[in-house]
């Protein structure tokens, strides 16, 4: 008879991935509503696209000047 469980030694990985899934579940937050990001971070991100745009732009100006 042949053995097709694989060589001794080997786990099944779905077991590792339940007991994973389990432990992540069991530390999830149980409320589905989430805190509206701060604005800080995002208006300092359009500040400083806005900025290389426009050196981006001066720099190509004088270039073609």
């Not at 530390?27 to 426009?54: C, E, K, M, N």
């Amino acid at each position: 008879m042949a053995n097709t469980q694989g060589p001794q030694g080997h786990h099944d990985p779905a077991g590792s991935t339940q007991m994973f899934r389990a432990f992540v579940d069991e530390g999830a937050p149980q409320s589905s509503r989430q805190a509206p990001a701060p604005a800080g971070p995002r208006i300092g991100l359009i500040v400083g696209v806005v900025a290389a745009v426009v050196i981006v732009a001066a720099v190509a100006w004088l270039a073609l000047k």
